[in-house]
């Protein structure tokens, strides 16, 4: 059974107005079928993401590629991981979501939507994932940038929402992971106008990368597990708009 499902994918911005829990350890948390239980993973080690040849509607190219990039390496090189993006540069193509009818078709797409945003307003942007609700397979994952109502820099701008940092955060979802409960972890899901420390990952995000795909270790990572579940769904991470303040740019 496919389904299809924006998992955990909305990275929200705002100040906190209540008082935050000390970081824990394993506070990452996996993303997983609700039905199933099944944790979702890629079954790739080495999975390839394209940028839409626009990129972004107010940065200039040259600026917004290497950012995007830049976001997805984070979770790159990390010895305790067998896992890899891979830049696989521009497309035309504008195809978003998973197509069934021709499976070879389908890529891992990165796209900014300055009008006719769909989802929630305060969503920076929005992972949405494919995946085998019996396995946990992630078959396709496609990321929207959210130009309708926010403004990304990549100079750390402090009136504009940094693009690296968002990249970054999507990325985690298209491994499988969800928010973490740990404030100053990449997978968080808040971070402030010219923030730029989820740019790197904290050692939370890396524990649950090397959870998901330890090298070598010839195990399911469908079952692989670890910290607690946190909210997963769109609909789940609307509650956190009565505890975050939003800012715009």
């Given at each position: 059974m496919i389904k299809l499902n924006a998992m955990a994918g909305m990275l929200l911005?705002?100040?906190?107005?209540?008082?935050?829990?000390?970081?824990?350890?394993q506070a990452y948390s996996r993303s997983s079928d609700p039905d199933t239980g099944e944790a979702l993973y890629q079954a790739n080690r080495q999975v390839e993401v394209l940028a839409h040849q626009a990129c972004s509607f107010?940065?200039?190219t040259a600026n917004c590629l290497p950012a995007l990039w830049a976001g997805l390496d984070a979770w790159n090189n990390h010895p305790c991981a067998d896992f890899t993006f891979l830049t696989g540069g521009t497309t035309s193509d504008g195809s978003f979501g998973y197509n069934p009818d021709n499976m070879d078709a389908n890529f891992n797409l990165l796209i900014f939507v300055r009008d006719g945003w769909r989802h929630d307003r305060g969503a920076l942007a929005m992972t949405t994932t494919t995946y085998d609700a019996n396995t946990g397979r992630i078959v396709d994952s496609d990321v929207e940038f959210n130009e309708q109502h926010f403004v990304f820099a990549t100079?750390?701008?402090?009136?504009?929402?940094?693009l690296q940092s968002t990249m970054a955060h999507e990325a985690g979802?298209?491994?499988?992971?969800a928010h973490s409960a740990s404030w100053d972890a990449t997978m968080d899901p808040?971070?402030?106008?010219?923030?730029?420390?989820?740019?790197?990952?904290?050692?939370?995000d890396i524990?649950?990368?090397c959870a998901i795909y330890p090298p070598d270790s010839g195990c399911d990572c469908a079952s692989a597990s670890g910290g607690t579940i946190g909210?997963?769904?769109a609909l789940g991470l609307l509650a956190f708009l009565g505890r975050w303040s939003l800012r715009g740019p």
């Open positions: 911005f705002g100040l906190l107005l209540c008082c935050l829990a000390p970081p824990q350890a107010e940065l200039a100079d750390g701008d402090p009136l504009c929402y940094d979802h298209i491994l499988g992971l808040q971070i402030d106008p010219g923030e730029l420390e989820k740019r790197d990952l904290h050692s939370d524990e649950g990368l909210l997963l769904f």
